[in-house]
């Protein structure tokens, strides 16, 4: 069964076609990055505007290069949310168009559901497992208990942690979006020349909290002769603040497997997803704490950690082998937490 995935909730059109034997055949992805870098963030109007424009011929290419057609599909996959939206609001209703005419099933996919199951769509990952998601608009720490029902034991109580590299790469001059800046510029830096909060470190749970090590490293950038850092600065203070980021994450990441480990006994998988898993220096550090705490670390490859069209084809191809297709009046979500949808049935 071929499964096409819609991904248009924030500044990526993606299009994907996925098989239930989890053949990826097509996986297109339209960055909209050059649209939004002037304004060192994403607008919602303009990403909304473009995924207007772009989606149509996408899913076109995408079905192409897959060598099919609506007809040989077995249902549509779209991300309802959350998300901007004006985004959310084209793709999901492209998706019940094709539905409506092609009388396919719709699966209206929670976006963090689509993480949350992306890497079971490259590896034979049981229920339960731990997965820490770290993007531009979550970061959290759950309990996948199966397809529909996540437990969440932590999240940030203000940025998220990609928000949190893209503000650190703007406070040192750096572009956007910030984390691959920040990691590129912390490769020749020394983190351990200056000293910087590790906020929530050390407290019980499994919170995050990232605007506190933001406003020190932007009191540090401020007192710098100049009021701005040379390449030497730039590279330490990068460095610096991958190196307060690494540890908290470890830290949070060590109380979630302790309740993991209490709730289903040792071993597991940790699974790391979101745009911040990119980070070769975090993952590291997460395969050293994972090593540790006698769990599996399991990273899906780059392109399916960033918002892509495959991993909502995915979740769609799991929630339809569980019957769980939606109506066309399902509505697009802003706000859509994973844990709200409780679903009874277990894979
Ligand atoms: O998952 P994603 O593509 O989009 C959503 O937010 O859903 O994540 C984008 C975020 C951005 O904040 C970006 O700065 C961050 O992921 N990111 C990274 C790296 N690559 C992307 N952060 C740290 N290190 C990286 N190499
Ligand atoms: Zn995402």
Redo the contacts with the bound molecule.
Sequence with gaps: MLVLGIET??D?TAAAVVGDDRTIHADLVLSQLDDHAPYGGVVPEIAARSHVDHLDALIARALDEAGVGFADLGGVAATAGPGLIGGVMVGLTTAKAICAVRALPLVAVN?LEA?ALSARLVADIAFPYLLLL?????CQLLVVEGVGRYRRLGTTVDD????A??KA?RLLGLG?????E??RAAEAGNGARYELPRPMLGRPGCDFSFSGLKTALGRLVAGLAGGAPGARETADLAASFQAAVADVVCDRVRNAAARFHADHGPGGVLVVA???A???F?RRQLAEAAARLGLELVVPPARL???NGAMVAWAGIERLALGLADGLDAPARARWPLDERRVPVEA
Excluded at 160 to 163: F, I, K
Excluded at 176 to 180: E, K, S, T
């Design positions: 909730s924030c990526e976006h993480h770290i993007s531009g608009g979550h998220a942690l990609g928000e590299f893209d790469a956007y979006p910030g984390g691959p920040i990691e979101g745009g911040v990119a980070n070769r975090l950690c960033t918002d």
